[in-house]
T-cell receptor, first 116, second 116 residues
Framework: EAQVTQNPRYLITVTGKKLTVTCSQN?????MSWYRQDPGLGLRQIYY???????DKGDVPEGYKVSRKEKRNFPLILESPSPNQTSLYFC???????????????FGEGSRLTVL | AQSVAQPEDQVNVAEGNPLTVKCTYS??????LFWYVQYPNRGLQFLLK??????LVKGSYGFEAEFNKSQTSFHLKKPSALVSDSALYFC??????????????FGAGTRLAVHP
């Protein structure tokens, strides 16, 4: 089954304790991205990756890091989490919008993070 | 800059009645427009998209959307609402200039409540 898998789904942590949210896709997609969802703000892009070893900042990158060492994995790293990073996080992947490809984003189930 | 507006935080509809969830957009160039749905504790699921062609786009679960260039709108519609349609709906526009070729700019979301 084609899917984007995130772990953990729920996490409560404390300020300053490094954490990693993993993301893996099995669709051989080149493009992967992280979003955070906050009430009244919709989803905002944190980081994205066009392919292996190619990553760049999105709209709200402060406090986050990413890496793309393999095509299928795109972990999100919070080196020193703070309470304003309490949010619902989504990983997404897609293929390019070309003939025969729809190009829409496929989303994981989400990771709800609470930073105390 | 690309942007999307969903003017209604919540839409209430009786089961069996038609529903409309509104979306307006602002883009540079030709718009790529999307609708996604989010059920409780789930990720976002793709409903439909407009890239070019017929202004009436049909998607999953009986939903359709009408692209109106003069009004810069992309409203989501369904002829007969079901209680199971109750969810959070997001309109999005693709921003090919920043964030990678498949970056989406999301609206704040509209919660649809269908009452029996």
């Amino acid at each position: 089954e084609a899917q984007v898998t995130q772990n953990p789904r729920y996490l409560i942590t404390v300020t300053g304790k490094k954490l990693t949210v993993t993301c893996s896709q099995n669709m051989n997609h080149e493009y992967m991205s992280w979003y955070r969802q906050d009430p009244g703000l919709g989803l905002r892009q944190i980081y994205y990756s066009m392919n292996v070893e190619v990553t760049d900042k999105g709209d709200v990158p402060e406090g986050y890091k990413v890496s793309r060492k393999e095509k299928r994995n795109f972990p999100l790293i919070l080196e020193s989490p703070s309470p304003n990073q309490t949010s619902l996080y989504f990983c997404a992947s897609s293929s390019p919008t070309r003939r025969g490809r729809t190009g829409e984003l496929f989303f994981g189930e989400g990771s709800r993070l609470t930073v105390l | 800059a690309q942007s999307v507006a969903q003017p209604e935080d919540q839409v209430n509809v009786a089961e069996g009645n038609p529903l409309t969830v509104k979306c307006t957009y602002s883009v540079s160039g030709n718009p790529y427009l999307f609708w996604y749905v989010q059920y409780p504790n789930r990720g976002l699921q793709f409903l439909l998209k407009y890239i070019t062609g017929d202004n009436l786009v049909k998607g999953s679960y009986g939903f359709e959307a009408e692209f109106n260039k003069s009004q810069t709108s992309f409203h989501l519609k369904k002829p007969s609402a079901l209680v199971s349609d109750s969810a959070l709906y997001f309109c999005a526009v693709r921003d090919p200039f920043l964030g990678g070729y498949n970056k989406l700019i999301f609206g704040a979301g509209t919660r649809l409540a269908v009452h029996p």
